[in-house]
């Protein structure tokens, strides 16, 4: 079974639908936006950085398939967007949960590195000018922050499966 996907993360097309899975969702994320006229909040903006990173792994593993450092990038990107996007995720659920409260709140603009101010470089899509407390639009019962809990919960699983079976090939073949 590891040295089945082990496999099929050699493949492109393992990292193309990586990213093809997470621009799906970050074009998602625009018809809510512009389509529904929701408005993201800065933890929404956050996640869709993310969710922009995912793509960028899987474009990276896809194009530098051939090549273990570039393997090893998009497996990084790949694996700090996931984790990093389910911590956000799991922050924003706690915010709406308590909204409110003094000390469940979010910040009025976003926090980006003063050499990438995406929100200035690119509007339209890292403006934030929604309430994170805010709950806006749900399906089945679930809230968009508790369903990208879901979402960067199985990025990460799928991160941590095919990560192991890369590895524990390469550590067959050493020993």
């Known amino acids: ?19 093809l899975s997470a621009l799906g969702l970050e ?21 869709r ?14 194009l530098g398939n051939a090549f273990m450092v570039t393997r090893l990038l998009g497996f990084a990107i790949w694996g700090v967007a996931a984790i990093w ?7 924003h659920v706690e915010i ?5 409260s003094l000390f469940y709140t979010c910040d009025l603009v976003p926090n ?15 403006a934030a000018t929604g309430d994170c407390g805010e709950i806006s ?8 922050p508790q369903w990208m809990v879901v979402v960067y919960a199985v990025y990460s ?13 390469l550590f067959k073949k050493r020993h």
């Open 1 to 19: 079974m590891l040295k089945r996907l082990n496999d099929f993360v050699l493949t492109p097309t393992s990292w193309w639908l990586l990213a």
């Open 27 to 47: 074009l998602s994320a625009l018809y809510f936006q512009y389509g529904m006229e929701l408005e993201p909040c800065i933890m929404c903006i956050y996640q």
């Open 49 to 62: 950085v993310a969710i922009v990173a995912i793509v960028i792994a899987g474009v990276i593993g896809a």
């Open 85 to 91: 996007g389910l911590a956000l995720a799991l922050e």
């Open 96 to 100: 709406q949960a308590n909204a409110g």
């Open 112 to 126: 980006f590195p003063t050499w990438m101010p995406l929100h200035e470089w690119l509007p339209a899509l890292f």
């Open 137 to 144: 639009w749900q399906f089945l019962g679930y809230s968009m």
């Open 157 to 169: 699983a799928l991160f941590g499966v095919f990560f192991l079976a890369r590895a524990s090939q």
